[in-house]
């Protein structure tokens, strides 16, 4: 059915004249100031941009996290202005997060890390193990199933992130800043992985990154600033 939402839909992602405010009175801020954007499926985007312009806050809406204030925002075939919490519940469902910081839960292990995200999706328990040992796998932490994160290196800590993140087979993956607490050769290692297991599932990828190590892998760049789109990049093919 996953697959069938994707072929169905000339974009993943589709924002017009989207604009969003922190604070109230005179505090209120434009954080977002009429910004639209798009996304194809399978396409792979990088948005780039000085700290405070918007980025993370761009990505939380697109990610059904937080409610559109003004402007229209269509994620995988469903409006997300003005729409109830049951609407971004269910669009979050099909959506793979990645953060910073991986956002693992400590008193669980690494293979009850995974499963949690394949339990939304009402998997029987015994194919939701043997998925979530098959993507630690997959991400190089065949011996580590059953260690807690605490137990675990911060490379091998946003291993079991993607493996979350990606085992549920999501149409759209957001990444924020998943390499800003890693090592230039595990950062490489880390994004590469995810961007292989994304391209092998057909997930859309928006990654958030200051990281300019890493762009070769986008097919599109996208710069931000003020809350604005100033900068949209095809990349020239080879």
Do not use: C, W
Not at 145 to 167: C, H, M, N, T, W
Not at 178 to 200: E, Q
């Amino acid at each position: 059915m996953e697959a069938t939402i994707t072929r169905a839909l000339k974009d993943v992602v589709r924002v017009r004249n989207l604009s969003h405010y922190f604070g109230a009175g005179e505090l209120r801020k434009k954080i977002l100031d009429n910004v639209s954007f798009e996304i194809a499926p399978g396409e792979i985007v990088i948005l780039m941009g000085p700290s405070g312009s918007g980025k993370t806050t761009f990505l939380t809406l697109i990610g059904a996290l937080r409610t559109a204030m003004e402007g229209e925002i269509n994620v995988l075939g469903k409006n997300l202005v003005g729409v109830d919490e049951k609407t971004l519940v269910e669009t979050r469902k099909n959506i793979g997060y990645i953060f910073q910081q991986h956002n693992l839960l400590r008193f669980l292990t690494a293979e009850q890390n995974v499963s949690m995200g394949l339990e939304l999706h009402n998997i029987d328990p015994s194919e939701t193990r043997r998925q979530a040992r098959q993507f630690l796998e997959e991400v190089g932490l065949a011996g580590h199933f059953e260690k807690y994160p605490d137990q675990l290196s911060g490379g091998q800590k946003q291993r079991v992130a993607i493996a979350r993140a990606l085992a549920p087979s999501p149409l759209l993956v957001l990444a924020d800043e998943p390499t800003a607490a890693l090592d230039k050769k595990t950062g490489r290692d880390v994004v590469d992985l995810m961007f292989n297991l994304a391209r092998k599932k057909g997930s859309s990828i928006i990654l958030v990154t200051h990281d300019n190590r890493i762009l070769d892998i986008a097919d599109r760049i996208v710069y931000m600033e003020d809350g604005r789109i100033v900068e949209n990049s095809q990349r020239n093919a080879g």
